[in-house]
C-alpha cells in the first residue's frame, strides 16, 4: 500500500478500511466472509461493511482520542452512579443503565456517519449509560450471595458470561454485520440490553440490607 504523499495519511490508517485486503475492484460485490474488519471502532450499517467504498471511515489518530474522551465521560460519571445506586437503590440505577443502553443502541448507531464528533458524542452516550450498570457492579454482585459462598457465586457464573458474551463478541461483530448488514450487531446487543433488565426483575434490593443476614433469593 502506498500513501498519496509526504505527511499524508496511508489508507491502512484509516479506521474501517481492512490493511490486508486491497479494495473490491469495480463489478464485485466487495463482500469477504470472516472477521477481517478487525481495526473497526463503530460504523453506519450503510452498504457492506467490508467495501472500503462505503464504509464511513476516520483516521486513526482522531478514532483513538474519541475513544479517550468517551472513557474519559465515563470514569467522570462513574462515583455520580455509585452516589445516586446510595440513594435510589441498585436495581432501579441498573434498570436506568441498561434500559437506556437498550434504548440508544440503535439511535448511536445511526448517527455515526464518518464524523468525529459524531463517534465522541455516540460512544460518551453509550458509556456514560453503562457506567450506571458497572459503577455498582462489584457491590451488586457481591450482595446477592452469603458471605459464605460470595466468592464462588460471583466468579463461576460471572466468568461463565464473560467468556460466553465478551469472548464471541468480535466474531459476532464481524460475522452478520458482513453477512446481513451493519444493524445486525447492534439489533443483537439491543436484545441482550432487553433481556438483562427483565432479569433484573429477578433479583432482590440489597441497599441497606445487613449482608451477613442476607440468604439466596
Not at 479494495?23 to 471502532?41: E, L, S, V, Y
Not at 459462598?149 to 454485520?177: D, E, Q
Not at 432482590?204 to 442476607?214: C, I, N, P, Y
Request: proline share 7%; net charge positive.
Amino acid at each position: 500500500m502506498t500513501s498519496k504523499g509526504r505527511g499524508e495519511t496511508k489508507d491502512e490508517d484509516r479506521v474501517g478500511l481492512d490493511p490486508d485486503h486491497s479494495p473490491p475492484k469495480a463489478g464485485r460485490t466487495g463482500h469477504r466472509p470472516g472477521p477481517r474488519n478487525h481495526r473497526g471502532i463503530l460504523h453506519a450499517g450503510r452498504g457492506d461493511p467490508y467495501d472500503g467504498r462505503d464504509l464511513p471511515r476516520i483516521d486513526a489518530g482522531p478514532a483513538l482520542w474519541a475513544g479517550v474522551i468517551g472513557n474519559l465521560a465515563f470514569m467522570v460519571s462513574l462515583p455520580f452512579w455509585g452516589k445516586l445506586s446510595d440513594k435510589i437503590g441498585r436495581k432501579p440505577l441498573l434498570m436506568l443503565g441498561l434500559g437506556g443502553s437498550a434504548l440508544m443502541q440503535l439511535p448511536m448507531s445511526w448517527l455515526f456517519r464518518g464524523e468525529v464528533w459524531q463517534l465522541v458524542v455516540s460512544m460518551s452516550v453509550l458509556l456514560v449509560l453503562m457506567g450506571a450498570m458497572l459503577s455498582i457492579m462489584p457491590a451488586t454482585y457481591a450482595e446477592l450471595f452469603p458471605t459464605g459462598i460470595c466468592t464462588m457465586g460471583v466468579a463461576v457464573p460471572y466468568s461463565v458470561c464473560v467468556a460466553r458474551f465478551g469472548g464471541t463478541a468480535p466474531y459476532l461483530n464481524a460475522w452478520p454485520t458482513g453477512s446481513f448488514g451493519g444493524w445486525t450487531f447492534a439489533i443483537y446487543a439491543t436484545l441482550l440490553f432487553a433481556v438483562s433488565v427483565a432479569c433484573i426483575f429477578g433479583i432482590r434490593e440489597s441497599r441497606g440490607k445487613v449482608l451477613s443476614s442476607a440468604v439466596l433469593a
